[in-house]
């Protein structure tokens, strides 16, 4: 029996080149009039499916950290260096669309009739990357009216049912964050000393109002703009309220992980805050990326059918403009900008918090 280091291993054999580059089967090479472009389109979306596969190798990895009770600080390192990569891959596929956009929409009709009824809505690594971020069959746009697993054979619908009962990543992320010790600590409640800052903060603005020289009218909308930011305020702080906008759909993220991801934002600057942090803020990325690839998609497929139905059957550019307003997952981590408040405001931690949260070492 022959070892590893006994078989000849080559650049062509180790990338089983002879498999990758013999796998473009251009369906128009059959027909009078082969399309030159169909190759550059099969290569394109080949390649967006060998980056799906490397998203869901670190995605799966940072999700394994997070599945126990307790999260090795060292892992948080790690996972935002991977998310960071997965991020740059996003990247990539969105500047991929340039180079299939020198492909003229006369030049895809050569061919796109074959395609039917192929869609790139077909991609399952693309689905199972979508459920891997926690995004739930009840918050996606139908598919041609139907739902989305009715498109995949039953092998694969199984597949897709079964990992929609595995916690995704914003599971994991909402569990982390529950979890953070500091919301609550010997003589500070970080509730009730935010609460007390923001209501400092709106005084001390209303103040500034009302010795200006706005006219009532200004001093009356202002006062308007002011009542609306203190409902945002409110909702956040207020439990009852935030299990309301998520009972409506309009919030999803719980209230205690809310709070700690805010309490993260707020705190930054803080050593031990510092990767999580960074975590949050990748995490964003990648969820903000992948909604600009989806629009830059549906913007690129405008160009090339404009209105027409898709190969698949679905709206075309509407179902895909639709789908990059609305299948966001983090959008609660998004909006914790709305809570933010200046750094001068903010509430100053105990003594005694504040060495937790910095790399205290006493000099013996």
Same mark, same amino acid.
């Given at each position: 029996?022959?070892?590893?280091?006994?078989?000849?291993?080559?650049?062509?054999?180790?990338?089983?080149?002879?498999?990758?580059?013999?796998?473009?089967?251009?369906?128009?090479?059959?027909?009078?009039?082969?399309?030159?472009?169909?190759?550059?389109?099969?290569?394109?979306?080949?390649?967006?499916?060998?980056?799906?596969?490397?998203?869901?190798?670190?995605?799966?990895?940072?999700?394994?950290?997070?599945?126990?009770?307790?999260?090795?600080?060292?892992?948080?390192?790690?996972?935002?260096?991977?998310?960071?990569?997965?991020?740059?891959?996003?990247?990539?596929?969105?500047?991929?669309?340039?180079?299939?956009?020198?492909?003229?929409?006369?030049?895809?009709?050569?061919?796109?009739?074959?395609?039917?009824?192929?869609?790139?809505?077909?991609?399952?690594?693309?689905?199972?990357?979508?459920?891997?971020?926690?995004?739930?069959?009840?918050?996606?746009?139908?598919?041609?009216?139907?739902?989305?697993?009715?498109?995949?054979?039953?092998?694969?619908?199984?597949?897709?049912?079964?990992?929609?009962?595995?916690?995704?990543?914003?599971?994991?992320?909402?569990?982390?964050?529950?979890?953070?010790?500091?919301?609550?600590?010997?003589?500070?409640?970080?509730?009730?000393?935010?609460?007390?800052?923001?209501?400092?903060?709106?005084?001390?603005?209303?103040?500034?109002?009302?010795?200006?020289?706005?006219?009532?009218?200004?001093?009356?909308?202002?006062?308007?703009?002011?009542?609306?930011?203190?409902?945002?305020? +409110? #909702?956040?702080?207020?439990? *009852?309220?935030?299990?309301? $906008?998520?009972?409506?759909?309009?919030? %999803?993220? /719980?209230?205690? @992980?809310?709070?700690?991801?805010?309490?993260?934002?707020?705190?930054?600057?803080?050593?031990?805050?510092?990767?999580?942090?960074?975590?949050?803020?990748?995490?964003?990325?990648?969820?903000?990326?992948?909604?600009?690839?989806?629009?830059?998609?549906?913007?690129?497929?405008?160009?090339?059918?404009?209105?027409?139905?898709?190969?698949?059957?679905?709206?075309?550019?509407?179902?895909?403009?639709?789908?990059? +307003? #609305?299948?966001?997952?983090? *959008?609660?981590?998004?909006? $914790?900008?709305?809570?933010?408040?200046? %750094?001068? /405001?903010?509430? @100053?931690?105990?003594?005694?918090?504040?060495?937790?949260?910095?790399?205290?070492?006493?000099?013996?």
């Amino acid at each position: 029996m022959s070892s590893h280091s006994d078989r000849e291993i080559s650049y062509g054999s180790y990338l089983q080149l002879n498999s990758i580059l013999n796998s473009q089967s251009p369906v128009s090479s059959d027909t009078p009039s082969p399309a030159h472009d169909e190759m550059l389109f099969i290569i394109i979306h080949q390649v967006y499916e060998l980056w799906f596969k490397q998203i869901l190798h670190e995605l799966d990895s940072v999700m394994s950290m997070f599945r126990e009770d307790y999260v090795d600080e060292k892992n948080i390192g790690v996972a935002v260096s991977r998310l960071e990569r997965v991020v740059e891959i996003e990247k990539v596929i969105i500047d991929q669309i340039r180079i299939l956009e020198t492909m003229t929409p006369l030049d895809f009709l050569e061919f796109r009739n074959l395609l039917t009824p192929a869609s790139g809505f077909q991609s399952l690594q693309f689905r199972i990357l979508e459920i891997k971020l926690g995004l739930r069959t009840a918050e996606r746009i139908r598919y041609s009216q139907t739902a989305y697993q009715h498109h995949y054979p039953e092998g694969e619908q199984t597949l897709l049912a079964g990992l929609e009962q595995q916690a995704s990543l914003f599971e994991l992320l909402e569990n982390w964050l529950e979890r953070t010790p500091f919301l609550e600590y010997t003589g500070f409640n970080f509730t009730r000393t935010f609460r007390e800052a923001v209501e400092q903060m709106l005084a001390a603005e209303w103040e500034m109002v009302e010795n200006s020289a706005m006219s009532v009218g200004e001093k009356e909308q202002r006062r308007q703009m002011m009542e609306t930011n203190r409902r945002h305020f +409110e #909702s956040l702080l207020d439990p *009852a309220q935030h299990q309301q $906008l998520i009972d409506e759909g309009r919030r %999803r993220l /719980s209230h205690k @992980a809310t709070l700690a991801a805010l309490f993260i934002h707020l705190y930054r600057d803080q050593p031990i805050l510092h990767l999580p942090f960074q975590l949050l803020s990748a995490i964003v990325d990648v969820d903000e990326l992948l909604s600009t690839w989806r629009y830059r998609h549906a913007l690129m497929v405008l160009r090339m059918i404009g209105r027409k139905t898709g190969t698949g059957g679905s709206a075309g550019y509407g179902y895909l403009k639709a789908t990059a +307003e #609305s299948h966001r997952v983090f *959008a609660d981590l998004f909006n $914790l900008s709305t809570f933010l408040i200046p %750094r001068s /405001s903010l509430p @100053a931690l105990p003594e005694s918090l504040e060495t937790k949260l910095s790399f205290h070492f006493s000099q013996m």
